[in-house]
């Protein structure tokens, strides 16, 4: 089992930049592929981005490609996710997820860990 704690949310104006990170602690780190996922008021929680086990396969969103970028260090057992060039319709409550096995997935329902989440707020 693995334990994952968010950070690294706030208030941010439009084009602006924000680094989440995801602390994970218990099992290894590195038996798990990571996702990012959000969810907005009123909208079903969707995929932004994940990463393979040892950060050699990433896939995001259309909706976020080229602006953001998903990245871990084993090492510190954490993963991120820089966020730039933030639009108003990046608000949304951010939960970084853990999948047991090497290879990320687009799909919620294949994840087996969940963080808290933390809020992203871009104004206009």
């Known amino acids: 089992q693995v334990q994952l704690v968010e950070s690294g949310g706030g208030l941010v104006q439009a084009g602006g930049s924000l680094r989440l990170s995801c602390a994970a602690s218990?099992?290894?780190?590195?038996?798990?592929?990571m996702g990012w996922f959000r969810q907005a008021p009123g909208k079903e929680r969707e995929f932004v981005a994940a990463?393979?086990?040892?950060?050699?396969?990433?896939y995001y969103d259309d909706s976020v490609k080229g602006r953001f970028t998903i990245s871990r260090d084993n090492a510190k057992n954490t993963l991120y996710l820089q966020m730039n060039s933030l639009k108003p319709e990046d608000t949304a409550v951010y939960y970084c997820?853990?999948?047991?096995?090497?290879?990320?997935?687009?799909?919620?329902?294949?994840?087996?860990?969940w963080g808290q989440g933390t809020q992203v707020t871009v104004s206009s």
């Open positions: 997820a853990a999948r047991s096995g090497r290879w990320a997935t687009t799909a919620d329902e294949r994840y087996d860990y």
């Open positions: 218990g099992r290894t780190f590195s038996s798990y592929a």
């Open positions: 990463i393979s086990w040892d950060g050699g396969h990433t």
